[in-house]
């Protein structure tokens, strides 16, 4: 949980005080688009070195198995990470890359057993980076119309895979707690109804 929180914080930093800064004008509504969304040389070169750490860390065979630390440790090694001014991004970078990553284990490592929370392939890691650039929210048909599709192609062919009938649906979810309200809450409602 330091860990998310860590990285909630390093990410809240990164973009919320370095890169953007503001004038009144804009955070009040008014004046032009803000520079978050502009790509020019500095988010040119930052991209080139995240992809080539990205490229990286695809061809470890294996990935590392890292670990947690303390969060006395880690607060030691970050130092501050939110500050007035905000780190940057190639300090917010160097952090994530030389301390808060090695401090979680790999989950696509082959000696990584206890469960699978990610799709621990290369493809899917790859395609994660393309989905992520794409900026897709599929909670509702209006917004992600395409990802919703899919999805349901996909949760389709499962049913039929299962023998399920036509009628079957379902939806993906982000893990096995998700899932098994999910199911606990479709049970309930079967179960008033009947």
Do not use: K
């Amino acid at each position: 949980m330091c860990v998310i929180v860590h990285l909630f914080a390093l990410v809240y930093n990164l973009f919320c005080t370095q890169i953007v800064r503001f004038p009144r004008s804009i955070r009040s509504g008014r004046g032009h688009p803000s520079p978050l969304h502009r790509h020019d040389d500095t988010t040119e070169a930052f991209t080139q070195e995240v992809v080539g750490y990205v490229m990286d860390r695809l061809r470890m065979s294996p990935p590392p198995l890292d670990g947690p630390r303390s969060p006395a440790d880690l607060a030691a090694a970050t130092g501050t990470m939110i500050t007035a001014d905000g780190l940057g991004h190639e300090r917010a970078f160097e952090l994530f890359r030389d301390v808060l990553a090695p401090a979680c284990i790999s989950s696509d490592h082959p000696r990584y057993l206890s469960f699978v929370p990610t799709a621990p392939s290369e493809a899917a890691t790859i395609f994660d980076l393309v989905v992520s650039a794409s900026s897709i929210y599929g909670d509702w048909w209006v917004e992600g119309a395409g990802a919703i599709f899919a999805e349901n192609v996909t949760l389709r062919w499962l049913a039929d895979l299962a023998g399920l009938p036509a009628s079957a649906g379902g939806v993906f979810v982000s893990g096995g707690t998700a899932g098994n309200l999910a199911a606990l809450t479709t049970a309930r409602e079967t179960w008033r109804r009947t």
